[in-house]
């Protein structure tokens, strides 16, 4: 099956520090990539889409200077953490979406749990 | 725009019992549903998904669910629970195929088993 993963899977960052959470689609090329945040408790929430070789798309409130996407190639996406603060901790996911058009599954990672002290 | 309402925020149940999991959505236009399952500090597995057909959809670990136009609904089920069925459960919904297609995710519901 398609596998998806993430790295790393925890990171404890201090206040004003960046870091960089990577998504990797391991036997499939993901035209799409997708990432999410989610609270403890809570639902996941969209952060924003990413297509290969073009700029993401980032939901209504999600601040795009602070959490830079870079969707260089068809099996990789990142996802910055631009000068962190403790509100910034929480579990991100990411997702991917094979190129086929018919295909509307997406596959998940197994997320990173960020803490920022 | 679609959204999704997951009724029951936690349901209980004792082992070997029959569970049913709620799940409303809206939505204009046709849509396509899935269940996820998501166990302690894990990302999302796919349950089982809704795209057209038959209305009864079957999925892993013995869950299947029903897909009802009329009520909006999307109910999970499964006959008998176990132990390690203990998880977060997430309905959701997308529009259709295309890159651009998001899904979105329901709040979420916390399946528990009691012994």
């Known amino acids: 099956g398609a596998v998806v993963s993430q790295h790393p899977s925890r990171v404890i960052c201090k206040s004003g520090t960046s870091v960089k959470i990577e998504c990797r689609s391991l036997d499939f090329q993901a035209t799409t990539m997708f990432w999410y945040r989610q609270f403890p408790k809570q639902s996941l929430m969209l952060m924003a889409t990413s297509n290969e070789g073009s700029k993401a798309t980032y939901e209504q409130g999600v601040e795009k200077d602070k959490f830079l996407i870079n969707h260089a190639s068809l099996t990789l996406s990142t996802l910055t953490v631009t000068s962190a603060h403790p509100e910034d901790s929480s579990f991100y996911i990411c997702s991917a979406r094979p190129g086929r058009a018919l295909l509307l599954e997406q596959y998940f990672g197994p997320g990173t749990r960020l803490t920022v002290t | 725009a679609q959204s999704v309402t997951q009724l029951d925020s936690q349901v209980p149940v004792f082992e070997e019992a029959p569970v049913e999991l709620r799940c409303n959505y809206s939505?204009?236009?046709?849509?396509?549903l899935f269940w996820y399952v998501q166990y302690p500090n894990q990302g999302l597995q796919l349950l089982l998904k809704y795209l057209s057909g038959s209305t009864l959809v079957k999925g892993i670990n013995g869950f299947e669910a029903e897909f009802n136009k009329s009520q909006t609904s999307f109910h999970l089920r499964k006959p008998s629970v176990h132990i390690s069925d203990t998880a977060e459960y997430f309905c959701?919904?997308?529009?259709?195929?295309?890159?651009?297609?998001?899904?979105?995710f329901g709040s979420g519901t916390r399946l528990s088993i009691r012994p």
């Open positions: 939505s204009s236009v046709s849509v396509y």
């Open positions: 959701a919904v997308t529009l259709g195929p295309g890159s651009a297609s998001k899904i979105i």
